[in-house]
């Protein structure tokens, strides 16, 4: 029999060459070539039964077999390769043998594949998983383990683009010999002799691999234990119950009461290739060894936390008399998160008699030391942790009580924890969590979903302070007693509230309010409102006229900080922009700081920056968050690595272009330093007049903000203590007056944000909460960007007039019927925002599954309308089409969850432009001839036929007309066919709605 192999693969060709040459005393060639095929040929005529013969001595490769006519020269061709090379698979090996697992990555690896993970542990069974795995190269695997004797199950368990092969090696010896034969028991102690009795001990039990270890590494586990690791699997039980039972008679016999120091078994190691006995011995012989079960007292530590350790002698005392191992105080220092008044037990749960007295005492304690009653000591199971099994905590940080401020340091440890609230009633919540919002938690959402039937708090790390104080604060609107559960270890920040469905009502305020009141005739000059004939912003040569402030203006841009006033063609000034725009313009007047917080994209930032642009005034932005230092307001020392001004007082360039601080010298040498001073943006505008507008300013630190307290004052202020100790106003060098601090803020509960303190917020004296635009000021911004028109407002019982300008989107004004689409838009658009607020209280909710919600602003109308202006003219779909593609890309391809967009498309459908209500279904319509344009015989033509006319010239006369009806009460889609139809023929056409006349009076 002769064969002939060829593959590129000799690592597997050559010993499969030399099993067929013994295995059937065949003649085998090599042929080292590169194939793209897994098949073997032979040549006709062949007995069957040879092939079969050498297909058996395959095994596990099983090509496909052919017969190849062209075959003359040999019996067989046998063709190893495919269409991948074998690196291209991803090979990870886990085997419970560590020279099987080595020796077979070796083995892998010279063969061509690429082995990136191996590792060690029981096997329950030797098997291979893969995704789009060759058969070639699954089953040169297999080739592979069967020199190992071992045979791989094979499961596709992942999709044919997976590159990964998971292959799972079961030793042989495993399936012909017990467990206690092939696995090790490894005794550690911290007594030498008692290892090596009791390794004697279980060797003569055969346990052939027991080994004794003498080692203190383990003490920190405080009690006997057997780790069983692979004798925890099903098989291996009863080699389990004999190992646990030798061990247990073997530490009865040196005296140990089981009762209080139990074996303890641990099957959670259950992958490990290794038992380990764990007996600290000689711990327990010396009295070092707290008991770990049953009744007693000393198996507890008692740990005291305190910032008055002095007035605890006589707690203390109680605690001692009650035979604890031990009782401590620790003292609480500044630095240390804040606590309530918590008692923590561990396993002491079990001996109630022991916890229950230590509470009273304590409880006894407090009522004696505090003259504030309201605190309330708050009792914590801790999870079954193995450092806690023995240990008792206190937490009485008395001094805090005392001087009120340990109230404020639990609940602003709020903002480092993700609160989630599930109620199926959050209207009833809403005044709550607006106080909860204020506590600045790190997030906030809400869920409409509460699948829980009993009221309850799971938490991770949060403090027990804290949880109390929440649960204090939802109880009243649960019938039953909320419940904590800690479902997750310290270093979880998650707070999950379950509140169920409850007949209980709180208190209800008087009055609830849907909309903002209008105050607009209270206002007014005479309760009654009177109309302006000039426009709300009226700029002349020097001044820039706001509603009734008067405001100077530079005479031209002296500085590239003046914002361009070509930047804001788009910007529209509907009521709630001119409010805050009023409001701005007054702070500058006033010469007050002005903080605005708001939602995002309320106007805001562009409220600012726009004034700025009316009066030619220099603004310099800063974006603050957590890693903003006092360097970027104040200044820094910076490299001076200009070399040109030695000998001289070189100066740092500013942002405008103007001179900085000079450089210092050497006092010593006189000689120039290497180093300048370079002025922060603050003390940059302080001397120069610029405004200053910091931009989320509640990211930045507590500490950062705080420095510039001095210069929120009525008189602004400021030392350079970070360099000269110059001052910068009153005594010193004159802040000009032109300069202006601004600073916006999304509300606390945006993630991230911090809340700011009362003494902080309350310097700036100018301070507003921007309102969201509604649906009025969504159909102004439309309507402007389209049409240029700039809408009537009503300010302070005034009402100025609009007035028209250039529309930055006047091409989309031809669109038949636009102006009813802006409606819809503005209206749905508004239903929309709402629908995402957090503190809504009515409608649809969106995002409750989400922890980050959905945003949608006057940013995304800006982004809708220019997706529209960019797509409309020319383009040959249907209007009604790109409208439609608008608000699916805008909107329903933003929003991730079906169930949400379900309730999107209902928002859509409610106003007419959804899939199932578009209001332009059916809309009739008329096409109007504008303009014939150039004269052509087609159209003639088509004119001809369309009215009936045969007389060229009678066609001519009637087009002739300047305005002509072609078609009448048709179909919008329709008569926007025709129009792109008679447009091509050069002519001039127009969509106008039909308007049915009204029908006559029967009588």
């Known amino acids: 029999m002769e064969i002939r192999i060829i593959s ?69 061709e046998l063709y190893l390769g495919d269409n991948n090379t074998l690196d ?117 039990a055969g346990f052939s691999q027991a080994s004794s270890s003498p080692s203190d590494s383990f003490l920190s586990l405080n009690r006997f234990q ?84 002095e007035r605890l002698e006589a707690l203390t005392t109680q605690c001692r008399e009650l035979g604890l191992a031990g009782v401590s105080v620790q003292t609480i220092r500044e630095s240390d998160p804040p606590t309530g008044f918590e008692m923590t037990w561990g396993a002491a749960e079990e001996v109630p008699h022991i916890t229950s007295q230590l509470e009273q005492f304590t409880r006894e304690f407090l009522s004696e030391e505090l003259e504030d009653d309201d605190w309330e000591l708050y009792v914590n199971r801790r999870p079954d942790e193995e450092e806690w099994s ?43 969590l ?5 506590m600045g938690f790190k997030t906030f959402d809400t869920n409409s979903e509460c699948h829980e039937d009993t009221p309850l708090i799971r938490y991770g790390g949060a403090l027990p302070a804290l949880l109390e104080h929440l649960r204090q604060r939802f109880q009243p609107f649960v019938e039953s007693e909320i419940s904590l559960q800690k479902a997750w270890d310290d270093s979880d920040d998650d707070i999950w509230v379950y509140l169920p469905r409850s007949s209980v009502r709180p208190e209800e305020p008087t009055m609830s309010l849907q909309h903002r009141p209008d105050l607009q005739e209270w206002l007014a000059p005479n309760g009654e409102i009177t109309h302006v004939d ?61 903080l ?42 910076v490299p001076d690595t200009d070399t040109s001004t030695q000998g001289s007082h070189k100066t740092a360039d500013s942002l405008d272009g103007l001179p900085a601080a000079p450089a210092s010298e050497s006092k010593s040498s006189g000689q120039r330093s290497p180093w300048r001073w370079q002025d922060g943006l603050i003390v940059q505008a302080m001397r120069k007049g610029w405004w200053v507008l910091l931009d989320e300013v509640n990211l930045a630190e507590p500490q950062i903000l705080e420095r510039l307290n001095s210069v929120l004052e009525q008189t602004p202020s400021l030392i350079l203590t970070e360099y000269d100790n110059a001052v910068l106003g009153p005594g010193g060098e004159p802040v000009h007056p032109d300069f202006r601090l601004f600073a916006t803020m999304n509300p606390a509960e945006y993630e991230g944000r911090s809340t700011l303190s009362p003494a902080y917020r309350d310097r700036w004296r100018a301070y507003r909460f921007v309102t969201p635009p509604s649906e009025t000021e969504y159909l102004h911004m439309l309507h402007l960007l389209v049409y240029g028109q700039q809408p009537d407002v009503t300010l302070m019982g005034q009402t100025y007039k609009g007035g028209e300008t250039t529309a930055p989107y006047s091409m989309l004004a031809d669109i038949p019927m636009l102006g009813s689409f802006l409606d819809a838009l503005a209206r749905f658009h508004a239903s929309l925002e709402h629908a995402v607020r957090p503190q809504g209280s009515s409608g649809p909710r969106l995002g409750n599954r989400r922890r980050e919600r959905y945003i949608f602003t006057r940013r995304g109308l800006l982004s809708f309308i220019d997706f529209l202006a960019n797509l409309v003219p020319g383009n040959s779909s249907p209007t009604t089409r790109i409208l439609r593609i608008a608000l699916y890309r805008y909107y329903l391809a933003r929003i991730a969850d079906p169930n949400d967009q379900m309730v999107v498309i209902q928002l859509l459908d409610a106003v007419g432009i959804g ?89």
Request: glycine share 4%; with cysteine; proline share 5%.
């Open 8 to 76: 590129a693969h000799s690592a597997i060709a050559y010993p499969i060459a030399v099993h067929l040459e013994e295995a059937l005393s065949a003649t085998v060639h090599l042929s080292s070539s590169h194939v793209n095929r897994y098949e073997l040929a032979h040549r006709a005529g062949l007995p069957m039964q040879k092939v079969s013969q050498l297909l058996a001595m395959l095994q596990p490769l099983s090509p496909i077999v052919r017969m190849n006519p062209a075959l003359t020269d040999a019996d067989f």
């Open 88 to 204: 291209n698979w991803n090979i990870s090996v886990h085997a419970d043998n560590e020279e099987l697992c080595s020796e077979f990555v070796t083995k892998l690896e010279s063969s061509g594949f690429s082995c990136n993970n191996s590792s060690t542990g029981y096997q329950q069974e030797s098997k291979m998983l893969f995704g789009g795995a060759s058969a070639f190269a699954r089953q040169a695997i297999q080739w592979f383990a069967k020199q190992y004797n071992v045979s791989l199950s094979e499961r596709k368990d992942w999709s044919e683009e997976d590159n990964d092969i998971w292959i799972y090696l079961r030793h042989p010896k495993h399936d012909q010999f017990p467990p206690r034969e092939c696995f090790d028991v490894q005794v550690h102690t911290d007594s030498p002799e008692s290892a090596i009795s009791l390794r004697d001990v279980l060797l003569d």
């Open 226 to 309: 057997i780790e069983a690791g692979p004798f925890a699997q099903s098989e291996s039980q009863s080699d389990l119950r004999q190992l646990e039972f030798m061990c247990r008679t073997f530490l009865e016999q040196a005296g140990v009461d089981l009762e209080r120091y139990p074996l303890h078994i641990n099957t959670d190691s259950s992958d490990s290739l290794q038992a380990k006995i764990f007996l600290p011995l000689r711990q327990w012989k010396e009295g070092n060894l707290l008991p770990y079960a049953g009744p007693y007292p000393d198996r507890f530590e008692l740990f005291i936390q305190t910032d008055a350790p």
């Open 390 to 432: 023995h240990k008792i905590q206190i937490s009485l940080p008395i001094r805090r009580a005392e001087s009120g401020s340990l109230t404020d340091a639990i609940l602003s440890h709020a903002r480092h924890f993700d609160l989630a609230i599930y109620s199926q009633e959050m209207d009833r919540l809403n005044p709550l």
């Open 434 to 438: 607006d106080e909860l919002r204020g």
């Open 534 to 594: 000039s426009p709300l912003v009226s700029i002349q040569q020097d001044t820039v006229q706001i509603a009734d402030m008067t405001l100077h203006r530079r005479p031209h841009h002296d500085s590239n900080l003046a914002p361009e006033t070509s930047l804001f063609q788009h910007y529209c000034i509907d009521t709630i922009t001119a409010e805050t725009l009023s409001f701005i313009a007054t702070s500058v007047a006033m010469r007050e700081p002005c």
């Open 596 to 637: 605005l917080e708001g939602e995002t994209s309320t106007s805001k930032t562009s409220a600012v920056l726009y004034l700025a642009s009316l009066l030619n005034q220099p603004i310099v932005r800063l974006n603050l968050n957590g890693q903003t230092d006092t360097s970027e307001l104040i200044g820094r020392f």
């Open 915 to 1003: 899939p199932n209500q578009w209001m332009f279904s059916g809309q009739q319509c008329d096409l109007v001839l504008v303009d014939i344009g150039p004269n052509s015989e087609e159209l003639l033509e088509k004119a001809a036929a369309l009215f009936e006319e045969e007389d060229p010239e009678q066609v001519e006369e009637l087009l002739s007309q300047p305005q002509i009806t072609l078609y009448r009460d048709i179909s919008l889609e329709e008569a926007q066919e025709l129009r792109r139809e008679w447009e091509a023929l050069g002519a001039t056409v127009d969509l106008q709605p039909h308007l049915q006349e009204e029908d006559e009076d029967e009588d």
